[in-house]
């Protein structure tokens, strides 16, 4: 099985995604692009060739269709209804289980053995339901989950303190969504406690920061891409280089039947392992709520569908 990724949806998120990964560093040879509007797909496929002359990566990129799902050995799941302004990420979940029934549908017609990557909000209802309908082995079904938000936290910190974010331990885990939060008992700079160097009030005002920054980013601009686009990247580079980094991906979580974000070990078979950090009371709690919501939302799909 060549580097051959699959890119469901074409929208803003897919082509931020496509248009990151032809400027890194990549491992990908291959990139077909399939969307619901087959010319918009053909279109964008062109535009992205013409980069290639300048561009860190040589991928052919094309427009095709469900059949390319069969050699692939990553198929990315952009597709689905935008989220609006005012609208909650849990808000799309009725739309876009829909069309992720008839995406997968399509793609189990097929012979793929791959990774699924999903990028589509809600997120970890989207993974779970990915899981349920595709039949596949749950570490071979990964949700971007929270490395945009853990990314938007340690961009924060890395202003706050003026210091490389690459150099912070901080990690956003839960849902992908409102419930979210950040376990500050195991967040480090270097090897102090981050309490070391911010207060309790400057890093209330951080979280609430990342919580609200894709509703900040709607409300300015209409959608959130650009961030997403290079975190799905990342992560492809970590399954397709077998690096066995630590990502706070969406995964199956076997105990509580639910996919949630914690920080993971990412390689070449998906999710190699889950990594349960220590939470004080007040932090378990907050997960729990967290499997509680995704576990609820999970639940109102199935009484739709059943």
Not at 64 to 90: F, K
Not at 118 to 145: R, W
């Amino acid at each position: 099985m060549k580097n051959k990724v699959v890119l469901i949806g074409c929208g803003n998120v897919g082509m931020a995604y496509a248009y990151s990964l032809i400027n890194q560093k990549t491992f990908v040879q291959e990139l077909i692009l399939i969307d619901r509007n087959f010319e918009k797909a053909s279109g964008e496929a062109l535009d992205l060739n013409h980069c290639t002359q300048f561009a860190n990566s040589k991928i052919k990129v094309r427009a095709g269709g469900y059949e390319e799902c069969e050699e692939a050995s990553l198929i990315v799941i952009a597709a689905g209804a935008n989220q609006e302004i005012g609208e909650t990420r849990m808000d799309l979940i009725h739309k876009n289980s829909v069309i992720f029934k008839s995406i997968i549908d399509n793609i189990t017609k097929t012979n793929f053995k791959g990774i699924y990557l999903v990028a589509t909000n809600p997120l970890d209802v989207m993974t779970y339901l990915t899981l349920k309908y595709s039949k596949s082995v749950p570490n071979k079904v990964i949700g971007s989950g929270t490395t945009l938000d853990t990314a938007r936290l340690r961009y924060l910190l890395s202003e706050k303190v003026n210091i490389n974010p690459n150099n912070i331990e901080a990690y956003v885990i839960g849902e992908h969504g409102d419930s979210e939060f950040i376990p500050w008992s195991n967040a480090s700079i270097g090897l102090k406690k981050i309490n070391e160097f911010l207060n309790i009030g400057e890093l209330k005002a951080i979280e609430e920061d990342v919580r609200n920054s894709a509703y900040e980013i709607i409300k300015k601009k209409g959608a959130t891409a650009y961030g997403i686009g290079i975190c799905l990247t990342n992560i492809t580079n970590a399954i397709l280089e077998d690096q066995n980094a630590i990502l706070s991906v969406s995964s199956y979580d076997k105990e509580n039947d639910v996919c949630i974000s914690t920080p993971a070990i990412v390689n070449k078979n998906g999710v190699q392992e889950k990594l349960f950090i220590p939470l004080n009371e007040e932090e378990k709690e907050k997960l729990i709520h967290s499997i509680n919501i995704i576990k609820e939302a999970v639940n109102e799909v199935n009484e739709t569908t059943n």
